[in-house]
């Protein structure tokens, strides 16, 4: 149990907003920016909520021109009907993140399957967010991205030219569960954000997940400088697919992202979102004549059976989480967080939070 304090929705909602128009974003960039952060900190993502936000867009977005806001998505042509491939042309990447994966449900309900590429991307933040909203619709979604920055020694190498580069699974589980599985992790043994997070709050990392500037293993956030893929060869293995993929979308070498890349090179991130409609894989020979939601609640029911029903399941404690904040009437953020977004109202002229007059939530 740890204590947090419970910010009202509106009250961060507008605290973000106007970080975001203040920096220059366009109402409609700042509306989507706001959504985002309101979701991951209602579904207890600390390390990739407002303030995380607020940090990667100041550190490689609109102040240094990483991100451009009121930037335009170009469509490039391409003769695949259930293909789009888009220039996002350094828009602010969550508006691009929400968009296309929109495009993606249309694509899927016409032709069974959809899929957008984005080149030229900023970084979108928490895939799991948006796999879990096409979910939730009755999709199965999937997101990969490049990170912003090459953070992640390769298996069996020494210098990091590797993104942290998360994957991303939603799976329309509602009405058997009562919520999405959202299978999303970065794929190294934890992210940046989470080192950030952690030395926020002055906690440990724990072993093998990141080494020092000589590259020799930590465990202290103040001195991890890169970080270690997880599950070893496994972990890299899912890195460098993102990698592969976003070179045949058009994405740069790892290395020069996050940067004033020179010489005819891209620092910028590239997203793959794919969404397939349910309908378009079943086969209808589902044994005893269980129909489609039957048969994915049978299944479901036999793998947490046979002793497993205490295992928890991808997706559970971000629905549990949301139920705390629905329950708080607010969203859940630690007196480090809060001191770190006031640090945001400050920059934006904005009140800040007084946290002694905040309610306080055991979660």
Same mark, same amino acid.
């Given at each position: ?8 929705? *509106? ?6 907003? *106007? ?10 960039? $700042?509306?989507?920016?706001?959504? %985002?952060?309101?979701?991951? +900190? ?17 550190? %490689? ?7 451009? /806001? @009121?930037?335009?998505?170009? =469509? ?43 080149? #030229? &991307? %900023? ?11 096409? &979910? ?7 997101? #990969? ?7 992640? =020694? ?5 210098? /990091? ?26 794929? +190294?043994?934890? $992210? ?16 093998? &997940?990141?080494?020092?500037?000589? @590259? ?12 270690? /893929? %997880? ?15 976003? *070179?045949?979308?058009?994405? +740069? ?14 620092? !910028? ?5 794919? =969404?397939?409609? /349910? ?9 005893? @004549? ?20 205490? $295992?928890?399941?991808? @997706?559970?404690?971000? *629905?549990?989480?949301?139920?705390? !904040? ?30 002694? !007059? ?6």
């Amino acid at each position: 149990m740890a204590s947090y304090h419970v910010v009202p929705a *509106a009250r961060h909602n507008e605290l973000i907003t *106007a970080a975001y128009l203040h920096r220059g974003y366009l109402a409609d960039e $700042a509306q989507d920016a706001t959504r %985002f952060c309101e979701m991951a +900190s209602r579904h207890g993502i600390h390390t990739h909520n407002g303030i995380k936000a607020l940090h990667l867009d100041h550190s %490689f977005g609109s102040l240094t021109g990483g991100c451009k /806001p @009121g930037a335009e998505i170009k =469509v490039i042509n391409k003769p695949f009907a259930a293909s789009e491939i888009w220039d996002a042309q350094l828009k602010l990447g969550q508006a691009v993140a929400f968009r296309a994966m929109e495009r993606c449900m249309e694509l899927a309900d016409q032709y069974g399957i959809g899929q957008v590429s984005v080149d #030229n &991307a %900023f970084h979108y933040l928490w895939g799991g967010g948006y796999v879990m909203e096409a &979910a939730k619709k009755g999709y199965i979604a999937y997101t #990969n991205c490049t990170s912003t920055l090459a953070e992640v =020694v390769p298996f069996g190498g020494k210098f /990091p030219t590797l993104g942290t580069n998360p994957h991303s699974w939603g799976l329309p589980t509602t009405e058997a569960l009562g919520y999405p599985i959202v299978i999303d992790w970065a794929t +190294s043994t934890v $992210a940046m954000g989470r080192v950030q997070q952690f030395r926020r709050e002055g906690k440990q990392l724990p072993p093998d &997940a990141a080494v020092d500037e000589n @590259g020799q293993p930590t465990t202290d956030p103040e001195k991890a400088k890169w970080l270690i /893929p %997880f599950g070893k060869h496994k972990g890299y293995g899912l890195a460098l697919y993102n990698e592969v993929i976003g *070179a045949l979308i058009g994405g +740069s070498l790892p290395t020069l992202r996050g940067s004033q890349a020179t010489g005819g090179e891209k620092g !910028s991130c590239t997203f793959y979102f794919q =969404v397939i409609h /349910p309908d378009a894989i079943g086969s209808g020979l589902f044994a005893k @004549g269980r129909s489609q939601a039957e048969n994915l609640k049978a299944v479901l029911d036999d793998v947490f059976a046979h002793g497993n029903e205490t $295992a928890t399941l991808p @997706g559970q404690i971000e *629905a549990q989480a949301a139920a705390v !904040s629905e329950k708080a009437n607010g969203l859940l953020f630690t007196t480090a967080e809060v001191e770190a977004m006031n640090e945001i109202a400050r920059e934006c002229g904005q009140p800040e939070l007084d946290a002694a !007059s905040l309610a306080v939530c055991e979660a």
